[in-house]
């Protein structure tokens, strides 16, 4: 601040020093709250969505003995327990990408698929009822980007939209069901992805 003689001029100022190292430990904890509170609500749906292609895995290999004769059987089995383990591995993996500390390597990224695995993370929390979730992607959109601080950043707005929704739908003045949409194009040079909520 300026200190000034009665007649304007200047003859001195005030400096102050704030130490901010406990403001920045406190939102880095408060960080972490809030992903750890968020990771308990994916896990919790997640578990659910796993137990699904493993009932159709498990099924399926009950059944070896009984039709490994069947040419139909064989081709569904080797057509759905691939696809059933993919669907496991990219929930497993994008959950695993989520809760990883921050750092990593810059790499070419899909941002379509980058973005449509953290969609498959949390849409088993979508109650269909009271929520829609629509998304528009325009085709081959790349960034060199690290790839799992992208899909923090993108299960954080995801999450904080469902938040937002699911408050505003306990409010009863809300018209049902509430909409959030996921949009990606190429502006430019520039990769563009924009969430919207109500």
Same mark, same amino acid.
């Given at each position: ?23 920045? !430990? ?7 709250? !809030? ?6 609500? #994916? &896990?919790?749906? &997640?578990?659910?969505? #796993?137990?699904?292609?493993? +009932? ?35 929930? &497993? ?26 969609? +498959? ?12 979730? !629509? ?7 790349? #960034? ?10 993108? #299960? ?9 929704? !699911? ?32």
């Amino acid at each position: 601040y300026h200190l000034f003689h009665d007649d304007g001029r200047v003859r001195g100022m005030i400096i102050i020093f704030d130490d901010v190292t406990k403001n920045l !430990e406190l939102r880095d904890k408060m960080y972490e709250s !809030e992903k750890n509170r968020a990771l308990n609500q #994916i &896990i919790a749906e &997640i578990a659910h969505e #796993i137990r699904n292609p493993l +009932s159709a895995i498990k099924t399926l290999v009950e059944l070896i003995p009984y039709k490994r004769d069947n040419e139909e059987f064989q081709d569904k089995l080797t057509q759905i327990v691939p696809e059933e383990l993919d669907r496991i591995n990219s929930l &497993i993996k994008t959950l695993i990408d989520y809760a990883r500390p921050q750092g990593g390597v810059k790499a070419v990224v899909d941002v379509n698929k980058l973005i449509g695995d953290c969609v +498959s993370l949390v849409r088993p929390t979508i109650d269909g009822d009271r929520l829609l979730l !629509e998304e528009e992607y325009s085709c081959g959109l790349y #960034i060199e980007a690290v790839e799992n601080q992208i899909k923090q950043v993108t #299960i954080n707005l995801l999450l904080n939209a469902l938040e937002a929704c !699911e408050e505003k739908a306990k409010r009863r003045s809300a018209a049902l069901p509430l909409r959030i949409r996921i949009t990606s194009e190429q502006i430019g040079g520039n990769a563009v992805v924009r969430f919207y909520d109500q």
